[in-house]
């Protein structure tokens, strides 16, 4: 039976319980639980939302351990927290055991509206559906049941496709929320009104006026201790086909009809749907790939990739890529998208730039035309959120001479940001039905297509390109973009 939404956004969420798999862990501690103390706070739940926490570890004080990353010190959060702790309980067992599900199911009886959040192991996730399914757990009688699935959604196309058909067996599409949590971000939801919501902006996106787009999402942490799952990952699969396939689609959608769920992931999955998929001839020239060596990023001294722990000597893992896009749709034939991530870079740096063209400079042939740079529209996604155009202007004098202005639009300036996690919103949305910002099984799919044949032709050719920490990356990256005479925009 499909599930619908009931609750109009911005009410309160109606009673439910929460089940977290995995929730004495990071995530849980780190992000879950001081969102929907934030979110109790705000009045968006009440006191009837239970959390129970299933774990494979005895419990050793999960009320303690949930405080963890909670601000103590401020009323409000203390407040909340002491309204939400004690609804929170526990049951320990293992993921893949029936008898946890029949544990699980017992104290489920009663309960009407149930989420099941998986915050384990991707290998757990077709296992934990399936029992829940055989358990009884996901059936909608008396109110919903939802499953929210972390990333990574599958490794590659097959086995995305396989994870889907596993949730799809047991389930409804409209039960499941995978997330992303790139879409819990303000300034990701904000593109889409900045871009609908004004008539300027609109009016010049398209390739009459883009020239280019970039999308950048530099870090300067490494991979620390993730070693183990970064190694089996890389930087493609870890954040392209997820994370930067959500900012292209909400930069390059056509406008929705509204800002109801379908309506908004057909308009993505459509401009997905339009994404060139590279030959194996372009997968070569379109992608490069690098590997941090030792040095220092971000004022930190980091150790070479190879020498993290639990990363294999022999790896040829990426912890760099970039990657050029070209979408085939009438607003967008003929420009291309840049994409690149990577860790221990120069910045920590998540931002779109819009490059526009240039406009026939005949009249300033006299001035010097590299001081009349193309506009560019800077929508900085994180840190310091907000949106910059760098247009021209004239400098105050008696001859015409000029220099690249900007008007920088900064969040914090205009609003009270808060003390937020990112996943706020993601997790009401989950308790009100509301899936908008939740990945559909087409778009994981189409996500992992585009980028199969570069992981593909990688997986044949030798290890990465070298590049130093606390720079842009490789040098490969910059000759990717050279070939088509544009360069990067720097990384700050
Ligand atoms: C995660 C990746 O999905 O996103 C991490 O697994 C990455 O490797 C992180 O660091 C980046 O997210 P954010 O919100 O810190 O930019």
Redesign the pocket.
């Known amino acids: 039976m499909p599930d619908r939404k009931t609750v109009a956004a911005g009410d309160p969420a109606p009673p439910a319980t929460l089940v977290i798999f995995g929730g004495a862990g990071d995530l849980s501690r780190r992000l879950l639980t001081p969102a929907l103390v934030n979110l109790t706070r705000d009045g968006l739940i009440g006191d009837a939302l239970d959390i129970v926490v299933v774990s494979r570890g005895a419990d050793e004080g999960i009320q303690t351990q949930l405080e963890e990353h909670l601000d103590l010190g401020d009323r409000a959060i203390k407040a909340a927290w002491a309204r939400r702790r004690k609804r929170v309980s526990y049951v320990q067992g293992d993921f893949d055991d029936a008898q946890t599900y029949a544990d699980l199911a017992k104290r489920m009886a009663d309960e009407a509206n149930v989420a099941f959040y998986l915050a384990t192991s991707a290998s757990f996730f077709g296992t934990i559906a399936e029992q829940l399914a055989k358990a009884g757990m996901l059936e909608q009688k008396r109110g919903f049941r939802r499953l929210v699935v972390e990333?990574p959604f599958g490794h590659d196309l097959a086995s995305a496709k396989a994870l889907n058909k596993t949730l799809l067996g047991v389930m409804d599409e409209t039960q499941i929320y995978r997330i992303d949590?790139?879409l819990g971000?303000e300034t990701v939801q904000n593109i889409m009104v900045a871009r609908f919501g004004n008539a300027f902006m609109e009016a010049v996106w398209n390739s009459r006026y883009v020239d280019h787009v970039e999308i950048t999402?530099a870090?300067t942490?490494d991979v620390g201790t993730?070693g183990a799952f970064?190694d089996a990952t890389g930087a493609m699969r870890?954040?392209v086909p997820?994370?930067l396939f959500q900012l292209l689609a909400m930069v390059g959608m056509e406008p929705p009809n509204s800002f109801g769920a379908e309506a908004v992931r057909n308009e993505k999955a459509k401009l997905l749907d339009a994404v060139r998929v590279p030959t194996a001839a372009e997968a070569r020239k379109q992608a490069v790939r690098g590997r941090y060596t030792a040095g220092s990023a971000g004022g930190r001294k980091v150790g070479a990739y190879l020498q993290a722990e639990d990363v294999a000597k022999d790896s040829k893992t990426e912890t760099y890529v970039a990657l050029k896009l070209l979408v085939d749709s009438w607003r967008w034939a003929g420009v291309p998208f840049y994409l690149r991530t990577g860790?221990a870079l120069a910045a920590r740096d998540?931002e779109i730039v819009i490059q526009f063209k240039r406009n026939a400079l005949a009249m300033f042939r006299n001035a010097d035309i590299a001081k009349i740079p193309p506009n560019k529209l800077i929508i900085q996604i994180?840190p310091n959120e907000g949106i910059d155009l760098q247009f021209v202007a004239k400098k105050p004098g008696p001859v015409v001479d000029t220099a690249e202005v900007s008007m920088d639009f900064r969040y914090k300036d205009a609003f009270d940001l808060g003390q937020r996690t990112?996943y706020e919103t993601l997790l009401y949305d989950v308790l009100i039905g509301d899936q908008s910002l939740f990945q559909r099984a087409d778009m994981v799919e189409r996500g992992w297509a585009i980028v199969q044949p570069i992981l593909r032709q990688w997986a044949k050719d030798g290890a990465p390109e070298d590049y130093e920490p606390g720079s842009a990356g490789p040098a490969s990256a910059d000759a990717l973009m050279a070939r088509d005479d544009r360069t990067w925009h720097p990384i700050d």
Do not use: I, L, S
């Open positions: 990333k949590h790139f971000k999402a870090e942490v993730r970064y870890d954040m997820n994370h860790k998540t994180q990112g």
